[in-house]
């Protein structure tokens, strides 16, 4: 069992950025995919960010892509997304996400409770 837990959000500009990080407790993150997704008021969750569980390997989500950095530290037991350049469109609740199997087609089964992210155009 993986305890998450999400910190860093809130309010930002449009081209700030801002810092999340997740925590793992209860359990090792060296051991899983981990992703970051959000979900905006009426849209679908989407992946923003995943590292491979030794961090070899990332993806991004288009719209993200240049602007946001996933990355972690195993002995620290965090992931972090640094966002850059933000934009209105960004604002949603951002989740941390622990999965396995193949990475490009990671299942994701431990979830944090979230943290709000607001960019004010």
């Known amino acids: 069992q993986v305890q998450l837990v999400e910190s860093g959000g809130g309010l930002a500009q449009a081209g700030g950025s801002l810092r999340l990080s997740c925590a793992g407790s209860?359990?090792?993150?060296?051991?899983?995919?981990m992703g970051w997704f959000r979900q905006a008021p009426g849209k679908e969750r989407e992946l923003v960010a995943a590292s491979s569980w030794s961090g070899s390997s990332t993806s991004y989500g288009d719209s993200v892509k240049g602007r946001f950095t996933i990355s972690r530290d195993n002995a620290k037991n965090t992931v972090t997304l640094q966002m850059n350049s933000l934009r209105p469109e960004d604002t949603a609740v951002y989740y941390c996400?622990?999965?396995?199997?193949?990475?490009?087609?990671?299942?994701?089964?431990?979830w944090g409770q979230g943290t709000q992210v607001t960019v004010s155009s």
């Open positions: 996400a622990a999965g396995g199997g193949t990475f490009m087609t990671a299942r994701y089964f431990y």
């Open positions: 209860e359990g090792s993150l060296r051991n899983y995919h």
